[in-house]
Nanobody, 121 residues
Framework: QVQLVESGGGLVQAGGSLRLSCAASGRTLEGYVVGWFRQAPGKVREFVAAINWGGATRYADSVKGRFTVSRDNAKNTVYLQMNSLKPEDTAVYYC???????????????WGQGTQVTVSS
């Protein structure tokens, strides 16, 4: 069984940057997709970005051009670089593992505990 642990969240002013990390333990991420999702208070969880083992990526329209997902397979870690942050990016960010590159949260089988990102105006 794989455990996913997110880190790197925090408080940042609008226009600032943060880099989130998703570290896997227990099992390797080799061959799997890792996705990032977020959930703001009172809202449903939404897809942010995902990357497959070969480096192919998908992004939500709301973050295209601002967020970049990458992975270091040797370190079993996936990153989400978030630039030009906006107050509406405030949410708990989760990473999760899937077998296919998809925006559908139902296809992701293991989830981390989440890390809070707060963007002040």
């Amino acid at each position: 069984q794989v455990q996913l642990v997110e880190s790197g969240g925090g408080l940042v002013q609008a226009g600032g940057s943060l880099r989130l990390s998703c570290a896997a333990s227990g099992r390797t991420l080799e061959g799997y997709v890792v996705g990032w999702f977020r959930q703001a208070p009172g809202k449903v969880r939404e897809f942010v970005a995902a990357i497959n083992w070969g480096g192919a990526t998908r992004y939500a329209d709301s973050v295209k051009g601002r967020f970049t997902v990458s992975r270091d397979n040797a370190k079993n870690t996936v990153y989400l670089q978030m630039n030009s942050l906006k107050p509406e990016d405030t949410a708990v960010y989760y990473c999760a593992r899937a077998r296919i590159l998809t925006t559908n949260s139902g296809s992701y089988e293991y989830w981390g505990q989440g890390t809070q990102v707060t963007v002040s105006s």
